[in-house]
């Protein structure tokens, strides 16, 4: 259990413009170190060969099916039947939960209302990653903050154990008034995060460009909330106010309509199934470019392929593309 709370809490930084950046996590770090030992464990994770069904989980959800409480003691809750999930953090631990499936490619919806009042200090992430020493992943990170100012939407995409690739936001609604979705469109030309269905950011597939792209690793969710008072706030000059714990996160109505690898199944390819879904082809619509500008110019507040700083030898080449 301890190790769910290490993997995510060890982040190392590096300050930019006063913004301070999860580059790594620990998880990273104990990969090299796999990397290291078992190259031969490597190998065949990376040649698993990958077959997939397609499968809709209903829009009612049921957290009991979906989701296994991984860490917290107790502080994590799945309530109303399974229609409900709570998170909750407090001096002495944060919680968390993960997905019983692994998928590869889907869209994936969670509606998620973050800690209100005084949340400085506080983490809450939800992301999908594979496991191993190449592994990818796709992060929303939500970065807590005094009562009335805004929420740091933090988003990053790895690929083959590569990120760096920060993009964060404010939102443009207060997200811990009611619940918002946050969704994730994953399919073999792009990653698109969605807020509400507005798409804020599309991490295309350049591979011939050799960019690499997630699509062989399949990724399970996971969620925590936890404390980063150290750096969360204003790069840490905002504490957390303990006297305000336990700090609470809400989630509901998880829908995942997405493939999830098993053997002896139809492959999770672009005719695979008969029932093929909309989301396999889905990009960002011209409606949606509109959105996503508009999003990027008023309520971007990082980007890296904007920091020349951090990159004095060229920026990421995905970058110079459009
Ligand atoms: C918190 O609010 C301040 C003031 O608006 C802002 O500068 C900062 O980026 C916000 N977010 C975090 C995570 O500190």
Redesign the pocket.
């Known amino acids: 259990m301890e190790g769910y709370k290490k993997d995510l809490s060890t982040y190392s930084f590096l300050t930019h413009n006063t913004i301070l950046l999860p580059l790594s996590s620990k998880r990273s770090y104990n990969s090299l170190l796999l990397l290291h030992q078992s190259p031969t464990a490597m190998k065949a994770f990376l040649i698993t060969i990958i077959t997939c069904s397609l499968l809709t989980i209903g829009s009612a959800g049921d957290f009991y099916k979906d989701f296994d409480i991984t860490w917290g003691d107790g502080r994590a809750k799945i309530l109303n039947n399974g229609q409900l999930l709570t998170l909750s953090l407090d001096k002495a631990s944060g919680s968390g939960f993960q997905s019983k499936n692994e998928y590869l490619f889907g869209k994936i919806d969670m509606q998620i209302k973050l800690v209100p009042g005084n949340s400085a200090g506080t983490v809450t992430a939800y992301y999908l990653t594979s496991q191993g020493p190449a592994h990818d992943e796709i992060d929303f990170e939500f970065?807590?903050?005094?009562s009335g100012?805004?929420?740091?939407l933090h988003t990053n995409v790895f690929t083959q154990g590569k990120g760096n690739r920060e993009m964060q936001f404010k939102l443009w609604f207060d997200p811990t008034k009611d619940f918002h979705t946050y969704s994730i469109l994953w399919n073999p030309r792009h990653v698109i995060f969605m807020v509400d269905g507005t798409p804020i950011r599309d991490f295309k597939n350049l591979e011939s460009r050799g960019i690499a792209f997630p699509k062989n690793q399949p990724m399970r969710i996971y969620s925590s909330l936890w404390n980063a008072e150290d750096w969360?706030?204003?790069g840490g000059l905002?504490k957390t106010d303990w006297s305000k714990a336990p700090f609470v996160a809400s989630y509901r109505n998880f829908k995942a309509d997405a493939c999830v690898p098993s053997s002896g199944t139809s492959k999770c390819a672009p005719n695979a199934t008969a029932n093929k879904s909309e989301w396999w082809n889905q990009e960002v619509d011209s409606a949606g470019q509109e959105r996503m500008k508009w999003v990027q110019k008023n309520y971007m507040?990082y980007n890296y392929c904007s920091d020349v700083k951090r990159f004095p030898q060229g920026l990421p080449p995905e970058c110079s593309i459009a």
Do not use: E, H
């Open positions: 970065l807590g903050n005094l100012d805004p929420y740091t969360a706030t204003r905002v507040i």
